[in-house]
């Protein structure tokens, strides 16, 4: 490393090997899930002689389909001098990263099912139920999901080594 540094004329070389990386793919896992759609009923009440609009909530099912990607990267550094060999900084860095989906389909309007039978206590929970059908529907790929690693171990790298040159100074 030395010899090397002298005749490019740097003062520091960097090194750094992956030790460890593994990577999981699963198959979307699709489940048959209920929610309830609200339906409107418009009678004729006999007694005041006026429609009369009322809703009812009938059992339905849609498919929540699951799944995920992850990826788990060991990278491990060392910033040697190029004048005397001396190890100057090194650093050993895992990261991971994981995307995940969750989304639902439904043979109909998604927006009038309701999580409950009567509604929904909670506009939360509604508002929960619509996001899984407007959600995306494929994970990230292990390639994409390599790149964000090794961009954040990057980062890190550079990181220390600015923190160990100003540390010099």
């Known amino acids: 490393a030395?010899?090397?540094?002298?005749?490019?004329?740097?003062?520091?070389?960097?090194?750094?090997?992956?030790?460890?990386?593994?990577?999981?793919?699963?198959?979307?896992?699709?489940?048959?899930?209920?929610?309830?759609?609200?339906?409107?009923?418009?009678?004729?009440?006999?007694?005041?002689?006026?429609?009369?609009?009322?809703?009812?909530?009938?059992?339905v099912y849609y498919t929540k389909v699951t799944d995920r990607s992850l990826v788990d990267i060991t990278f491990d550094y060392k910033l040697?001098?190029?004048?005397?060999?001396?190890?100057?900084?090194?650093?050993?860095?895992?990261?991971?990263?994981?995307?995940?989906?969750?989304?639902?389909?439904?043979?109909?309007?998604?927006?009038?099912?309701?999580?409950?039978?009567?509604?929904?206590q909670y506009y939360s929970q509604k508002k929960a139920l619509d996001k899984m059908f407007t959600s995306k529907t494929s994970v990230k790929s292990i390639t994409q999901l390599t790149s964000e690693v090794s961009k954040q171990i990057a980062t890190k790298v550079s990181k220390d080594i600015l923190k160990y040159e100003s540390s010099r100074q």
């Open 80 to 120: 040697v001098s190029s004048e005397t060999g001396a190890v100057l900084a090194s650093g050993s860095l895992n990261k991971k990263v994981e995307d995940k989906i969750e989304y639902g389909i439904y043979n109909g309007n998604y927006k009038e099912l309701y999580p409950t039978a009567g509604g929904y």
């Open 2 to 59: 030395a010899q090397a540094g002298q005749l490019l004329g740097v003062k520091a070389v960097i090194f750094g090997s992956v030790r460890s990386k593994s990577s999981v793919t699963s198959k979307p896992t699709k489940v048959t899930t209920v929610a309830y759609k609200k339906v409107k009923i418009r009678r004729y009440d006999s007694v005041s002689k006026t429609h009369k609009t009322t809703y009812i909530y009938k059992k």
